[in-house]
């Protein structure tokens, strides 16, 4: 079973659509939850990152933590067509006395205007 | 930007070449990685320095070799590639290893392709 899993889509919607990107994960062992964007031809950026269950939002994205059910959710309201780009959840987890990340094989995702 | 650069940003060798990849990161971190990125793989860690010193090798062949002369700088030397070491590795930053290290900065990667 690998540590993390998420869908790789690919994902298309209509602009304006309400997109959820979703992973889930094994490991209880893991503290920060992370998702990055990554547009074509760049590196991941961070997008958000959450700590406990709940939620958290900014601007049009929000998300959501569930410990109970290793599962974390990246909602996107009123998406765009600039929202297109490869979505990355990420773990963090504390190996050997450092914190490293574990990602997902990303999902990709395509807004069509 | 995110403040890392790498270089070059494509590159094809031959399997009996030498090269070396380049990062530079102009953000004051102490932490740097270099991962590979793989169609349909998720990223893969391959090297951790702190303030310099290699923390972790995540079991990669010795055909990459890794070098941080500074804080700033990091290369990846590679020699005898294989044609499944074709992908994008991608260098980042974070802060530090132990506060924040979950917020990593990454440049745009080198395309790399052996044949």
């Known amino acids: 079973q690998k540590e993390v899993e998420q869908d790789p889509g690919p994902l298309s919607v209509p602009e304006g659509a309400i997109v959820s990107l979703n992973c889930t994960y094994s490991?209880?062992?893991?503290?920060?939850f992370m998702w990055y964007r990554q547009y074509s031809r760049k590196g991941p950026e961070l997008l958000m990152y959450?700590?406990?269950?709940g939620n958290k939002e900014d601007g049009r994205f929000t998300a959501q933590v569930d410990k109970s059910s290793k599962y974390i959710s990246l909602f996107i309201r009123d998406s765009q067509p600039s929202d297109s780009a490869t979505y990355l959840c990420?773990?963090?987890?504390?190996?050997?006395?450092?914190?490293?990340?574990?990602f997902g094989k990303g999902t990709k995702l395509t807004v069509n205007p | 930007e995110t403040g890392v650069t790498q270089t070059p940003r494509h590159l094809v060798m031959g399997m009996t070449n030498k090269k070396s990849l380049k990062c530079e990161q102009h953000?004051?971190?102490?932490?740097m990685y270099w991962y590979k990125q793989s169609a349909k793989k998720p990223l893969e860690l391959m090297f951790v320095?702190?303030?310099?010193?290699?923390?972790e090798n995540n079991s990669v062949p010795s055909r990459f070799s890794p070098e941080c002369p500074n804080s700033s700088h990091l290369f990846l030397h590679l020699h005898t590639l294989q044609p499944e070491d074709s992908a994008l590795y991608l260098c980042?930053?974070?802060?530090?290893?132990?506060?924040?290290?979950?917020?990593?900065?990454f440049g745009p990667g080198t395309r790399l392709t052996v044949t």
């Open positions: 320095y702190s303030l310099e010193e290699r923390v």
């Open positions: 959450t700590y406990s269950s």
């Open positions: 990420a773990m963090s987890i504390v190996q050997g006395g450092s914190e490293k990340l574990v």
């Open positions: 953000l004051g971190h102490n932490a």
């Open positions: 980042a930053s974070s802060q530090d290893l132990w506060s924040r290290s979950y917020e990593q900065y």
């Open positions: 490991n209880s062992a893991f503290q920060y």
